[in-house]
């Protein structure tokens, strides 16, 4: 793989001035696809992955909607570094498309791009294909261009029926799924305005949550049942929605001592591993522990390797 741009390439630094910088001109350049050196190599399974499927269909169906971010390699005219849009990349090339519209960035910035995404949440794509479909785009060839089925597509667009208007104005910016929705739909309006804003508030759009707050809720902020075939399930029983009411209650009393607590606690304990990784690193420090104090070397090494505050892994660039 190609080493990055660096100082020492000849990459021109930005002024100092204290001004913001565009992270990429503002106008397009076409750029053929060969030319293009990616930045990293994605996971194993990646190009078997729905997400890439859907990025092929798409842009065999419609076109590239979203142009690649390319950086110019410094000491060899004509080649650019990518990056955004790794699989996007792999998709054209797939395609046979020999050239393609390119964002230039003006920063070897990849961490911006690929860490801080924005997922696209369901409320806005049901928006997105009721445009399109509005505009006289058929379900089938959305279908195709987003490589789903057309049943798919029909129950995204039918997404927010039965959904309280403000409760969709709640919910427009978060990763509920559409059974969260279909749980929503049993409710009343109030009920429902009610339940997103205690999902939000618990930050919790999980389907197990939405049918907790739907078994909690009284009979009387319910849509009523349909009879016979696909009747909904019982109501349980005052007693168990009592308990439930309880459980939750102190849950969400739980869930805030948490959050007061989160971030001291978190560095503390950033710093507690770092310190003790230094420790375990001196080596006559390491053998006095393994020699007297075994129970102790043996903690501080589980210490030392523990993880689970880190920052995370990156996800798959697109």
């Not at 909904?232 to 459980?247: H, L, N, V, W």
């Not at 770092?274 to 589980?302: C, M, P």
Request: charged share 25%; net charge neutral; proline share 6%.
């Amino acid at each position: 793989m190609t080493d990055r741009p660096t100082e020492s390439t000849g990459k021109p630094r930005r002024p100092d001035d204290g001004r913001v910088h565009l992270a990429f001109r503002q106008d397009f350049i076409t750029v053929p696809v060969d030319a293009i050196i990616p930045l990293k190599n994605l996971p194993a399974g990646a190009f078997e992955s729905r997400t890439f499927a859907q990025v092929l269909s798409s842009i065999g169906a419609i076109g590239l909607v979203e142009a690649p971010v390319v950086l110019a390699d410094p000491a060899n005219p004509g080649k650019y570094f990518l990056l955004d849009g790794h699989l996007r990349l792999e998709a054209l090339k797939r395609l046979g498309i020999g050239e393609v519209e390119c964002l230039l960035g003006t920063e070897d910035d990849t961490y911006t791009y690929n860490k801080r995404t924005n997922r696209i949440p369901p409320i806005q794509e049901h928006r997105m294909i009721a445009r399109a479909m509005a505009r006289g785009v058929s379900s089938a060839d959305i279908a195709t261009a987003l490589n789903l089925q057309v049943e798919s597509v029909l129950r995204r667009f039918r997404l927010l029926e039965g959904i309280s208007p403000e409760a969709a104005e709640l919910l427009k910016d978060t990763p509920c799924s559409m059974k969260v929705f279909d749980t929503l739909r049993q409710m009343s309006a109030v009920r429902q305005i009610e339940a997103a804003d205690l999902m939000i508030g618990q930050n919790n759009f999980a389907v197990v949550f939405a049918r907790a707050i739907r078994a909690a809720t009284p009979d009387n902020q319910l849509v009523t049942a349909k009879k016979g075939k696909g009747a909904a399930a019982p109501t349980p029983s005052g007693q168990q929605i009592a308990r439930m009411e309880r459980e939750l209650a102190t849950l969400q009393t739980q869930v805030r001592s948490i959050e007061d607590t989160y971030g001291v606690d978190n560095l503390h304990l950033t710093v507690v591993k770092g310190y003790i990784t230094k420790l375990l690193s001196n080596h006559r420090i390491s053998r006095w522990l393994n020699t007297h104090r075994q129970e102790y070397a043996d903690e501080f090494q589980n210490i030392s390797q523990f993880s689970a505050f880190d920052a995370g892994s990156e996800p798959t660039p697109t």
